[in-house]
C-alpha cells in the first residue's frame, strides 16, 4: 500500500514561508503524478499545484502562482512545497496525494479515490 506522510505545517505570520514535506514509501516518485491539496475549514478541498511523474510538467492553481514552489527529489523520495508570501486565506489542512489522472502545464485532474493520500498538516496564516 502506497505510504504518504506530510510534514512541515505551522503557524506562520502573513507575509512569512514554510516549506511542505511529504515522503513516499512502498513507491517510487518517478513512476506516479502526485500533489499537494489542501482543504479550508468549511471548504472543499482543492488542488493546489502537482508534479507529473518525470518532473516535466507543473501546474499550480491561480491562488497561489508565483508564491509556492512544488518540487521533488527522487533520491530522497520526497516532494516539497515551498510556500512563500503566505496570507491568512492559505490556512488550511495540506495534503499530499498521488490521486491524480492528470498533471500538466495547464491542468491538473484528480479525483479523492483515485490514489493514496497522507493525513495532511495543518498550515495556519495568522497574525
Known amino acids: 500500500q502506497l505510504q504518504l506522510v506530510e510534514s512541515g505545517g505551522g503557524l506562520v505570520q502573513p507575509g512569512g514561508s514554510l516549506r511542505l514535506s511529504c515522503a513516499a514509501s512502498e513507491f517510487t516518485l518517478d513512476y506516479y503524478p502526485i500533489g499537494w491539496f489542501r482543504q479550508a475549514p468549511g471548504k472543499e478541498r482543492e488542488g493546489v499545484s502537482c508534479i507529473s511523474n518525470s518532473g516535466d510538467s507543473i501546474y499550480y492553481a491561480d491562488s497561489v502562482k508565483g508564491r509556492f514552489t512544488i518540487s521533488k527529489d527522487n533520491a530522497k523520495n520526497t516532494m516539497y512545497l515551498q510556500m512563500n508570501s503566505l496570507k491568512p486565506e492559505d490556512t488550511a489542512i495540506y495534503y499530499c496525494?498521488?490521486?491524480?489522472?492528470?498533471?500538466?502545464?495547464?491542468?491538473?485532474?484528480?479525483?479523492?479515490?483515485?490514489?493514496?493520500w497522507g493525513q495532511g498538516t495543518q498550515v495556519t496564516v495568522s497574525s
Open positions: 496525494s498521488t490521486a491524480l489522472q492528470y498533471c500538466g502545464p495547464r491542468s491538473m485532474i484528480w479525483g479523492p479515490d483515485f490514489g493514496s
